[in-house]
């Protein structure tokens, strides 16, 4: 995908993506991921894949930690430098599974099932190289994603709705033979229909500690969510961390 390219984050998603994300914005969704980041930065700088509007980078930058972005979309981060505090945040342009940028970092973060976003098993593992690239030893990687949800799917059913309204409705149809999923959105306007999709590949947990080994890190903790919750067989989604080891 060219640089110039937003992908599935243009000017048209970019603008209504705060308002349509708003339960990710409320303070008891956002302040514990917030207080964990912050405490395994410590005293260190923070890099974020998938920086986006800033609603996890420009809270982490308030706390005194000091916070680099990278996203491919001008569109999403363009938001986040309008935003009070924004020129405080550094943003490289640029896909987060093989941009590099200078320094390294205590801790690397990919939030809200963004890892996802990567629609094959090659650039996930990229991923996890670049993170560990950019960790300093000791540093953490740390992956906030949703546990793949087939136990809802039946024989011969490939789709999941998981918004229903008066307005539109919200649908994943998954291919378990590839991990491959989208997203669907239909919008209800004036009695007419928009439909928008988003690929994304789906990931499970196990396969995302064998990326982290090929890089070189390993597993420190796995919660249900952040405020460390723990993962049982019944979470819906989890929130892992693994750690470079020294060299």
Known sequence: MPPENDGFFAEDVAATYDASAADMFRPDVLDPAVDVLADLAGDG??????????????????????????????????????????????????????????????????????????????????????????????????????VPDLRRLPPGQSAVPFHISATGWAFDTYDVATQAMSSHYVTLTDGRAEHRSIPFRYVWPAELDLMARLAGLRLRDRWQDWTGAPFTSESTRHVSVWEKTAA
């Open 45 to 146: 700088p923070a890099l974020e894949f998938g920086v986006g509007t800033g609603r996890v980078a420009l809270p982490l930058a308030r706390r005194g930690v000091p916070v680099h972005g990278i996203d491919l979309s001008r569109a999403m981060t363009a938001r986040l430098r309008a935003k009070p505090g924004g020129d405080r945040v550094g943003v490289t342009i640029g896909d987060f599974a093989t941009t590099r940028v200078a320094g390294t970092y205590a801790v690397v973060y990919l939030v809200f099932n963004t890892i996802n976003n990567l629609t094959t098993q090659d650039a996930q593992v990229a991923c996890f190289r670049n993170a560990a690239a950019h960790l300093r030893p000791g540093g953490t990687f740390v992956v906030e994603v949703g």
